[in-house]
């Protein structure tokens, strides 16, 4: 018997099919499965990281109502980039996961993960560039540079850095798990079926 015949056969090996196809079947299977998770987990970590950055503000009191100081992560454009970039990347990775079941189910299928494999990619690019010049800013803000005498203005806004700092971890792990995504799908694709 052809070893296509296991996708023929809703790709479930039976008493037939040899010893090597059904460990290539539960290979597969396996892999479709950890992709799955990966999606969900970077998933998780990108609208974390969106929420965070995206709800930071703080308000420093002063002695009169008036006059007050702000500070919002729609101030600074690098931090609007981040949230967009973490939004984009959520939504792609929340699109994808009917996608990913399917390759549970019927987990021979090749054409549908080479192109998972292009738009991961385009996404791990996205997430990147946004959580990298955040990180930028993020150090700015909380170290200054002394050569072009721009201060640290983390002294007054702690709460605000605090959450900023925070947001870049979900994103920097999303970043990981995108790697872990590719790597996983190169495997599936490059085993026989």
């Not at 703080?58 to 109502?65: D, I």
């Not at 946004?130 to 803000?141: D, N, R, T």
């Amino acid at each position: 018997m052809k070893e296509g015949a296991v996708e023929a056969a809703g790709d479930q090996p039976n008493s037939k099919h040899s010893t090597s196809t059904v460990l290539q079947w539960v290979m597969n299977r396996r892999l479709s499965m950890v992709d799955f998770i990966l999606r969900l987990l970077a998933a998780a970590g990108t609208l974390a990281s969106a929420v965070a950055m995206g709800t930071t503000d703080q308000t420093l009191p002063f002695f009169t109502q008036f006059l007050q100081f702000t500070a919002q992560y729609n101030d600074i454009p690098t931090f609007t980039f981040f949230v967009i970039a973490n939004s984009i990347v959520c939504a792609y990775l929340v699109l994808s996961l009917p996608l990913s079941i399917f390759h549970v189910i019927r987990s021979a299928r090749k054409n549908s993960r080479i192109i998972l494999l292009i738009f991961d990619t385009v996404m791990l690019a996205l997430l990147t560039a946004g959580a990298s010049a955040a990180a930028a800013i993020v150090y700015l803000a909380h170290n200054g540079n002394a050569s072009a005498n721009w201060s640290s203005f983390c002294q007054p806004f702690n709460s605000f850095c605090d959450r900023i700092s925070g947001s870049l971890i979900g994103s920097f792990g999303g970043i990981l798990l995108f790697i872990l995504l590719i790597i996983t799908l190169a495997v599936a694709i490059s085993r026989p079926s």
